[in-house]
């Protein structure tokens, strides 16, 4: 296994990841923590960080959130050796 994918939240609610879900940090970092975890057990080397549905009129503070949110992320990932990819 080379990479998982960060739990995408409550899939059955429409969610797709909550990296830039504004008010989500919290969980989104969670998340974080868990694939990390994940990686550590099973040798995988990258998680992908899914943003999540962000509505149109957020994307613009949803972009900052993700910013943010990726930069605590990369800090706690960079101390397992472990790259955090995403879609632009």
Not at 36 to 46: K, V
Not at 73 to 78: E, Q, S
Request: hydrophobic share 45%; proline share 3%.
């Amino acid at each position: 296994m080379l990479g998982i994918n960060t739990a995408p939240g409550r899939f059955e609610a429409g969610e797709r990841g909550l990296g830039a879900v504004p008010g989500r940090a919290r969980d989104f970092l969670a998340t974080v923590d868990q694939s990390i975890d994940y990686c550590r057990l099973s040798g995988a080397t990258a998680i992908h960080v899914m943003a999540g549905n962000v509505a149109q009129a957020d994307r613009a503070r949803g972009r900052a959130v993700f910013a943010d949110n990726l930069r605590i992320a990369a800090a706690k990932a960079a101390m397992y050796r472990i790259t955090l990819c995403w879609n632009p």
